[in-house]
């Protein structure tokens, strides 16, 4: 099945802790991107990867890092500088050109113990 | 940063009614489209609209575009209780390739039975 995967579908962090989610995409899209969502909220950039070895800071990366070293593969990590984790972290893709579609993953949603 | 702005936030009605959705955005774009997700999962495209088109139809959608007003508007006719959902507006940067999609915060739709 083609699609796009994200990983765990919940993750608890440690106070000071880096945690990694997870973003896969079978749908050989160049384009892929990270957004914040919190509660009654629209969704916020964090990073976004035009291509492969290549990606630009979103509205609101600070306290976020991500690579993309394989075109399928984005992952995000959430580092100990993110003093408010708690969140829904959606992970998307699409062709990258003239921005149409982007395909959604099922989300991450990330709690602070 | 733009950001499109839905209209209202929340929105209550019965099975069968038709259900409005109004997204404002503030700078020139290149297309505007509505997405759609359901209690704790991933976004869903619906529809898009280019900046040259004044109304688009996909089944029980009507999504119209008012580049003059800078506003567009989501119709789901005949609701059904399976509609309920939260409804964004996502829109891009005119002239601007490799730039992101910026999404509004939501219209929150329940469809009551």
């Known amino acids: 099945d083609g699609g796009i995967t994200q990983s765990p579908k919940y993750l608890f962090r440690k106070e000071g802790q880096n945690v990694t989610l997870s973003c896969e995409q079978n749908?050989?899209?160049?384009?892929m991107y990270w957004y914040r969502q919190d509660p009654g909220q629209g969704l916020r950039l964090i990073y976004y990867?035009?291509?492969?070895?290549?990606?630009q800071k979103g509205d609101i990366a600070e306290g976020y890092s991500v690579s993309r070293e394989k075109k399928e593969s984005f992952p995000l990590t959430v580092t100990s500088a993110q003093k408010n984790p708690t969140a829904f972290y959606l992970c998307?893709?699409?062709?990258?050109?003239?921005?149409?579609?982007?395909?959604f993953g099922p989300g991450t949603r990330l709690l602070v113990l | 940063s733009q950001q499109g702005e839905e209209d209202p936030q929340a929105l209550s009605i019965q099975e069968g009614e038709n259900a409005t959705m109004n997204c404002s955005y503030k700078?020139?774009?290149?297309?505007l489209q509505w997405y759609r997700q359901n209690s704790g999962r991933g976004l869903v495209h619906l529809i898009l609209?280019?900046?040259?088109?004044r109304e688009k139809h996909s089944g029980r959608l009507r999504v119209t575009l008012d580049t003059s007003k800078k506003s567009s508007s989501l119709l789901i006719t005949a609701s059904r209780a399976a509609d309920t959902a939260s409804y964004f507006c996502?829109?891009?940067?005119?002239?601007?390739?490799?730039?992101?999609?910026?999404f509004g915060k939501g219209t929150t739709l329940s469809v009551s039975s």
């Open positions: 700078t020139s774009i290149n297309n």
């Open positions: 998307a893709s699409n062709q990258g050109q003239n921005q149409e579609t982007q395909y």
């Open positions: 609209i280019r900046s040259n088109e």
């Open positions: 996502a829109t891009d940067l005119l002239n601007q390739a490799g730039t992101a999609l910026i």
């Open positions: 990867s035009q291509i492969v070895n290549d990606f």
């Open positions: 749908l050989n899209h160049d384009a």
